[in-house]
């Protein structure tokens, strides 16, 4: 008789199974270790103050005394004041500044530069037009509000040119102050898409462009069934980034009208903090931005899945 052994052999398949899954599960809990420091700090600045806001806006509160519950009355109150209401409309309009303007003039100066020859002309070019990026916005917006004043440079250059009739304090008329706050977006924006742009433009293949020319396609022609087709997904993002930065545009807007003159160029993100910590109505201002949240995410989930799709 064979004598049986009291060790049992694990085949080697099984054994090297569970090695495997032990440093799996190692590598997992290292990674996360890793991960936990990024978490809690965007708990802690994201989420914790989103849950808050939200909470906030079912009550009346000026930051002091005790808080009233009065449910959904605040939000109410922003679709029945025609002033809350109207810096919504404000912050649409200024998605064709921040956003249309940018993403179109950004494609026709990225489709030039790569016309023309991307060499020294196309990098001095994008990054000329890349510079106001670097700029802090706090600091463009004073610039600009000295530019766009009464005695500023542009009023000067429209006068030594003949056209003293069109001057005026473009940031202090009620017509044209949200259209200059709007041209200070357009400077600010078009170098960031139109480096984005230039970047996909590279990954387009010449032969496309060349066999275009040899069937004698303009340049438009070229624009239209080559450049614009290929770029949906830089296209995409452009538009998502800009259109973040029109509807909770706060800092250019501050700084160059403070929501002025009158309310005509107030936006949501400038009327949040004023009636948080001017008038002290927290809950109206929790309720404004929480809305302002859902009018992001309802403009910008449809970008994003068509960028999806498109991939």
């Not at 030039?112 to 070019?125: D, K, L, M, P």
């Not at 009464?150 to 017509?175: K, Q």
């Not at 160059?256 to 948080?276: D, R």
Request: glycine share 8%; proline share 5%.
């Amino acid at each position: 008789m064979k004598k049986t052994s009291d060790k049992v052999r694990v085949p080697n398949k099984v054994s090297r199974r569970f090695s495997l899954g032990g440093k799996d599960r190692r590598e997992t809990i290292i990674g996360g270790l890793f991960v936990t420091p990024a978490l809690v700090m965007y708990a802690i600045f994201v989420l914790v103050p989103l849950v808050l806001s939200v909470y906030y806006s079912f009550f009346r509160w000026n930051g002091i005394t005790p808080m009233t519950w009065v449910g959904l009355k605040n939000y109410r109150t922003v679709f029945e004041v025609p002033d809350l209401l109207a810096t919504i409309f404000n912050a649409f309009k200024l998605v064709l500044f921040f956003s249309i303007i940018p993403v179109g003039l950004g494609l026709i100066v990225a489709s030039v530069i790569q016309r023309v020859g991307s060499g020294r002309f196309g990098s001095i070019t994008r990054t000329v037009l890349f510079l106001p990026q670097v700029i802090p916005l706090v600091a463009a917006g004073i610039i600009w509000g000295w530019l766009l004043a009464l005695p500023g440079l542009i009023n000067e250059v429209l006068t030594a040119v003949g056209l003293e009739s069109f001057t005026r304090a473009w940031l202090g008329d009620f017509t044209w102050a949200l259209p200059s706050v709007g041209m200070i977006g357009v400077w600010v924006l078009l170098g960031f898409c139109t480096v984005l742009l230039s970047t996909g433009i590279t990954k387009i293949d010449p032969a496309l462009y060349e066999s275009a020319r040899i069937d004698g396609a303009s340049w438009w022609n070229e624009f239209l069934s080559i450049t614009v087709p290929l770029l949906k997904y830089e296209i995409g993002v452009c538009l998502t980034v800009t259109v973040i930065n029109a509807l909770s545009a706060f800092d250019i807007v501050y700084v160059s009208t403070a929501g002025g003159p009158g309310n005509s160029t107030a936006v949501p993100g400038v009327k949040i903090y004023i009636l948080a910590f001017t008038e002290q109505r927290i809950g109206l201002a929790s309720a404004l931005a929480v809305l302002l949240m859902i009018l992001v995410l309802v403009v910008v989930l449809p970008l994003q899945r068509l960028n999806r799709e498109e991939e």
